[in-house]
């Protein structure tokens, strides 16, 4: 049986006022109201509890954001509703935490897990584009894969990765999963300290030619460990790794979600790498 991401809804929600609250503002929600009716919220054949927060808004740590129509900011980050086509038409919505405005642009004022690849001294050759016109995404091979949610770190084949610190990390990094995802892939647990309040980021390392040997879940590895060796699994012939960052949404267990479901919206959110990736 595929095991369940579950959302579990902590006990004890106090019900805040909103009413000093500024237009967009983030809000507390309140309990989740008792599910007596049929089943509206159903993910991977579960019924899940009733969302707190509206369909407009992102629930990040008790706080509803505001997401299309506001633009709330908690802990600095913005949680913002896009919106894509995919290749059969359909219109596909996602929430995704873009870059925060205080921080730079530049993809070079930021430490990677490998790298410069490039003439320069430049790391990236594809950013993170999820915070752009769905027109102005990238389309992959076929338009089998629309929009990009991490940066692309071109290298020689075999190059190493290695474990990078976020900003505010707390202890080390952890293996969440040694496998196939994004070809093969190497997916760290990051608990980051944000303004008093802790999180947990998934960082995703693809396209490997293989991970490091020994490699196991649940093994911390101290920042600057090898992971793993740039590759072009699962991007036949074009050599770089893909890396890529999400929060974890709030109460989700990621060691019981079935790892081909890490990067499913109810699980986790795909954040700027550049609002977690530490300055050079
Ligand atoms: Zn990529």
Same mark, same amino acid.
């Given at each position: 049986?595929?095991?369940?991401?579950? &959302?579990?809804?902590?006990?004890?929600?106090?019900?805040?006022?909103?009413?000093?609250?500024?237009?967009?503002?983030?809000?507390?929600?309140?309990?989740?109201?008792?599910?007596?009716?049929?089943?509206?919220?159903?993910?991977?054949?579960?019924?899940?509890?009733?969302?707190?927060?509206?369909?407009?808004? &992102?629930?990040?740590?008790?706080?509803?954001?505001?997401?299309?129509?506001?633009? *709330?900011?908690?802990?600095?980050?913005?949680?913002?509703?896009?919106?894509?086509?995919?290749?059969?038409?359909?219109?596909?919505?996602?929430?995704?935490?873009?870059? #925060?405005?205080?921080?730079?642009?530049?993809?070079?004022?930021?430490?990677?897990?490998?790298?410069?690849?490039?003439?320069?001294?430049?790391?990236?050759?594809?950013?993170?584009?999820?915070?752009?016109?769905?027109?102005?995404?990238?389309?992959?091979?076929?338009?089998?894969?629309?929009?990009? *949610?991490?940066?692309? %770190?071109?290298?020689?084949?075999?190059?190493?990765?290695?474990?990078?610190?976020?900003?505010?990390?707390?202890?080390?990094?952890?293996?969440?999963?040694?496998?196939?995802?994004? *070809?093969?892939?190497?997916?760290? #647990?990051?608990?980051? #300290?944000?303004?008093?309040?802790?999180?947990?980021? %998934?960082?995703?390392?693809?396209? %490997?030619?293989?991970?490091?040997? *020994?490699?196991?879940?649940?093994?911390?590895?101290?920042?600057?460990?090898?992971?793993?060796?740039?590759?072009?699994?699962?991007?036949?012939?074009?050599?770089?790794?893909?890396?890529?960052?999400?929060? %974890?949404?709030?109460?989700?267990?990621?060691?019981?979600?079935?790892?081909?479901?890490?990067?499913?919206?109810?699980?986790?959110?795909?954040?700027?790498?550049?609002?977690?990736?530490? &300055?050079?």
């Amino acid at each position: 049986m595929r095991a369940l991401p579950l &959302l579990l809804v902590p006990l004890g929600w106090l019900q805040v006022p909103d009413t000093a609250r500024a237009p967009g503002a983030p809000r507390a929600h309140g309990a989740a109201p008792r599910a007596e009716a049929p089943c509206a919220h159903a993910f991977a054949g579960e019924c899940l509890p009733e969302p707190r927060c509206g369909t407009d808004e &992102l629930d990040l740590d008790g706080l509803c954001v505001p997401t299309a129509s506001g633009s *709330g900011e908690v802990e600095g980050a913005v949680a913002e509703t896009n919106a894509h086509i995919d290749r059969l038409g359909h219109r596909v919505v996602y929430e995704h935490l873009p870059r #925060r405005q205080d921080l730079p642009t530049d993809y070079d004022r930021y430490v990677y897990p490998t790298g410069p690849g490039l003439s320069g001294g430049h790391f990236v050759s594809s950013g993170y584009d999820l915070d752009r016109p769905d027109a102005l995404q990238r389309r992959g091979e076929s338009l089998s894969a629309v929009g990009h *949610g991490g940066v692309d %770190l071109p290298e020689a084949r075999g190059a190493l990765v290695r474990v990078v610190a976020l900003r505010g990390e707390v202890g080390d990094p952890a293996v969440l999963y040694v496998g196939h995802l994004f *070809g093969n892939t190497v997916v760290l #647990r990051h608990t980051v #300290r944000e303004r008093g309040r802790l999180r947990v980021y %998934l960082a995703l390392h693809g396209h %490997l030619e293989r991970p490091a040997p *020994g490699l196991v879940a649940g093994q911390a590895l101290e920042p600057g460990t090898v992971l793993g060796f740039v590759g072009d699994s699962g991007a036949l012939g074009v050599v770089h790794l893909h890396y890529e960052t999400r929060l %974890l949404r709030p109460g989700v267990d990621p060691t019981r979600v079935d790892p081909g479901r890490l990067t499913d919206q109810a699980v986790s959110v795909p954040c700027d790498p550049r609002n977690v990736l530490p &300055l050079r």
